[in-house]
């Protein structure tokens, strides 16, 4: 398995505000809200910073709001990105393989994301996605840092005199 970045990570919340509270205030982070769904696309070094309520960690990986009690409950989820659907798929035989339990195969979500999901030992729900829009994105890498008119060697970004 190919991971191309880290798509999202986030702590598993209450459906109140009380989680986007302490984040937003304790650390100043900028949240919008979609029907519970405190995120940010703000953050650098993370796609996506984001409270998911349990009612709907539960609804996208079990199809019913209501944790299953025979299951623990997940305290914060992380998301892996690979190169294509396709590659979701791959991924879960590749984990199955190495005899680890899917919660959900690779499905494509009604927002068009494709998504996979395990449990860590530590307790973290996992996922193994392919968000369409995070890969249109230019990679930081190709930022210049630091550029300079007078040292640059014709606009190459070499940074020779």
Known sequence: MDIAFVAGFGPIGSADSSSADFWRGAFGIPFSEDGGYFHTEELGGVNAFAIWPLSQAAEATFGTTEWPADRPVPQAWIEFDVDSPAAVAEAVEELRAGGHEILVGAHEESWGQTTSRLMSPEGLLVGVSYTPW???????????IGYDPELDDGGAGLGHA
């Open 134 to 144: 995070m890969h249109d994105v230019e990679p930081a890498g190709n930022v210049m």
